[in-house]
């Protein structure tokens, strides 16, 4: 509809989060957090459990709203638009959950098409093709007939992932899509990311604890901390950083988990 847009898009940050504030009751969650996200990049959100990057993202679709400040996807102010201006928006962000949920009394086919149904009026006929065409990217098409219950934890991540991109999004958000696998499916989960990167050519914005992935796949890294950005560069940078919060997080964890770091190993600085 609004052809017009393209031209002016086509660079710079497609979201763009200026001064958030958000507290529950007396829990201070996000204090004054400003960020970036750039187009068409990777960027990879790390920070300590209950930091707020959950809260983080859900202000970006607009399931939460902000006390202060303001969220930008485009140039649409979306903590500003009612639920019905939300929907053009949202069907432009895939969100993959923490819990990937998926309907458990559909089978994946339907699961898939879910979106299609709820937001468009393709035929019977493109949907059907549409819903082959993501489970493949996603490595899952065997699997159309089977129920969630049938699968395993990667795999419900997958066909979750399929369901996010159906509706061909120019921003996949992802919560911690890799927590909860083993590192073989974890690696499968991120060569995913990789590629939809790729062919899609998409904003990708994945929140996780797991280094090992973040390093993997990041274009640009962004260190939260109490509720604001204490860092974001590339991942060179970030290794040798000297800002403690962030030496100390790295440093932790790869203490607690696995002994190889992606790309070459030790965090920047000599102990
Ligand atoms: N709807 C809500 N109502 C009240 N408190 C909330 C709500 N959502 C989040 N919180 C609180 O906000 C804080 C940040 O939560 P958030 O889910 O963003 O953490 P996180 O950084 O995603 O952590 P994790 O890595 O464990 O997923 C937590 O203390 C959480 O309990
Ligand atoms: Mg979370």
């Known amino acids: 509809m609004r052809m017009d847009g393209n031209q002016r898009d086509a660079s710079g940050p497609i979201v763009r989060l200026v001064g958030l504030c958000k507290s529950f009751g007396r829990l201070e969650v996000l204090r004054e957090m400003s960020l970036e996200f750039e187009r068409g990049k990777t960027t990879v959100v790390l920070g300590p459990s209950g930091c707020g990057k959950s809260v983080m993202l859900k202000h970006i679709v607009g399931l939460l709203r902000p006390d202060r400040g303001e969220v930008w996807f485009q140039d649409a102010r979306v903590d500003r638009l009612n639920e019905a201006a939300l929907a053009p928006i949202r069907r432009q ?32 006929e493109l949907r059907a093709q549409r819903v082959i065409e993501v489970l493949d990217m996603v490595g899952m098409v065997d699997s159309i007939e089977k129920m969630p219950a049938e699968l395993s934890g990667g795999q419900r991540k997958r066909v979750a992932l399929a369901r996010a991109i159906v509706l061909r999004p120019k921003v996949i958000l992802y919560d911690e899509p890799t927590t909860g696998l083993d590192p073989l499916r974890a690696r499968t989960i991120n060569e995913l990311i990789l590629k939809l990167q790729d062919e899609l050519d998409i ?11 973040a390093f993997r796949i990041a274009d640009v890294l962004v260190m939260l901390y109490d509720g604001a950005v204490v860092m974001q560069g590339a991942p060179q940078e970030f290794r040798d950083s000297p800002n403690p919060a962030v030496q100390q997080f790295l440093h932790a964890q790869s203490a607690a988990g696995p002994p190889t770091p992606v790309g070459g190993g030790e965090p920047g600085a000599k102990a």
Do not use: C, K, W, Y
């Not at 993959?96 to 035929?123: C, G, K, W, Y």
């Not at 904003?203 to 992935?213: A, N």
């Open 203 to 213: 904003t990708s914005i994945v929140v996780t604890h797991d280094l090992d992935s």
């Open 93 to 124: 962000l895939g969100f993959l959950f923490q819990q990937s949920a998926l309907f458990d009394s559909m089978d994946v086919r339907d699961n898939v098409a879910f979106p299609l149904a709820e937001h468009t009026d393709l035929s019977t």
